[in-house]
């Protein structure tokens, strides 16, 4: 009866020793699971991150290809704006001939809708400046006081009150011109040809003196007590040595300093200012002549002896030419001018 127990305990633990095996099975099954899970999972995950960077490449393709078509449109762009502002400078250019055609044409209009009164206003005005310019050529008052005849008969025709100024001053410049004497012209003239003739004998003031009082230096010898021989040697001695030193005022210390050489072409000069105002006095240039003749007295007053009766006969006949050419001068239509503008401006 003991035996039958022992030989049962064996089979009894039998089952624990075979449950192990099934265990590790199941682990290892387990974990090809995970891990196939893991692979497939891995596998999914690979290729959804592969789709990601095609699409990505996709759309970077796609915004190159955009941006490519941005920047022909930015060119094309550009050159529509460059084309439209080509053509709105040109538009500017018909615009400003346009202006331009368009400010002739009202010029032409307004000048055409002138009246009468204006158009004669007009007419008169530009008479006198031509006469004007024709008494100022020929020196004579008979192209200005036919002018202005002419003027005051039409004025006088057309009798409007707003023209009354105008007639009043053609008439205050036909008295002036009536009152006007005619310049002396071969009178002038031989006044300078003296002038001229009177340079060479003009005395500079860097000249020597003239000797003077030879008979009283003769004299003083004989009503010395010395010896005739000696005074007459003192004398060649002294009079060499006070011919020297000379003292005097002069105004212009470089009048002094004039060399023969400069001496002549200051003579030659005076004369070539008297001939210009000879020619301008001819070609009835009075401004010139009095300029030339103002130079030339300022020239003499500086260069020449004050105390000589030479260069105060030449001043004399400078002053004199030029209060005869003062006498003969035009008179200006100022008063007329001033009031043909007044009345061509509608005042």
């Known amino acids: 009866m ?22 590790r099975s199941w682990v290892v099954w387990a974990a ?5 899970l893991a692979l497939a999972f891995s596998a999914l995950l690979w290729q959804k991150i592969t789709r990601m960077q095609e699409q990505l490449a996709r759309q970077s393709a796609d915004a190159g290809q955009q941006s490519l078509e941005a920047k022909a449109w ?8 460059k084309d439209n502002a080509a053509r709105l400078g040109l538009i500017e250019g018909r615009l ?18 002138r009246s009468r009164d204006e158009n004669l206003v007009v007419d008169i005005e530009a008479g006198l400046r031509m006469a004007q ?9 008979e192209p200005l006081m036919a002018t202005l005849k002419s003027a005051q008969q039409r004025l006088q025709r057309v009798a409007q009150p707003r023209l009354a100024p105008v007639l009043r001053a053609l008439e205050k410049d036909m008295e002036r011109l009536r009152g006007l004497q005619t310049p002396d012209l071969p009178g002038l003239l031989v006044r300078l040809d003296e002038a001229v003739a009177q340079v060479d004998a003009l005395v500079l003031a860097n000249q020597a003196p003239a000797p003077v009082a030879a008979a009283a230096s003769d ?12 005074s007459q040697g003192v004398q060649q001695i002294l009079e060499p040595m006070r011919d020297l030193v ?8 470089e009048a002094l300093l004039l060399s023969p050489e400069q001496s ?77 503008a007044t009345a061509a401006a509608g005042r």
């Open 2 to 23: 003991s035996a039958t127990p022992d030989s049962a305990a064996p089979e009894q633990g039998q089952p624990s020793t075979t449950a192990q095996p099934l265990a």
């Open 32 to 36: 090809a699971a995970m891990a196939v």
């Open 74 to 81: 930015a060119k094309q762009a550009q050159d529509t704006v």
């Open 96 to 113: 400003g001939e346009v202006a331009l055609q368009r400010g002739q044409l009202e010029e032409l209009i307004q000048s055409l809708s």
């Open 133 to 141: 310019q024709q008494a100022q050529l020929t020196g004579s008052t």
């Open 219 to 230: 004299a003083m010898p004989a009503r010395s007590a010395w010896p005739a021989w000696w």
């Open 246 to 253: 000379r003292i005097s005022r002069v105004n212009a210390p």
């Open 264 to 340: 002549f072409f200051l003579r030659e000069n005076l004369k070539l200012k008297l001939l210009n105002a000879r020619l301008g006095l001819l070609s009835r240039q009075y401004d010139t002549v009095r300029t030339d003749l103002n130079q030339t007295a300022a020239a003499v007053r500086r260069y020449a002896d004050p105390q000589s009766r030479k260069t105060q006969q030449l001043l004399q006949l400078l002053d004199q030419a030029q209060q005869q050419l003062q006498k003969g001068e035009l008179p200006r239509l100022d008063a007329s001018l001033a009031a043909l």
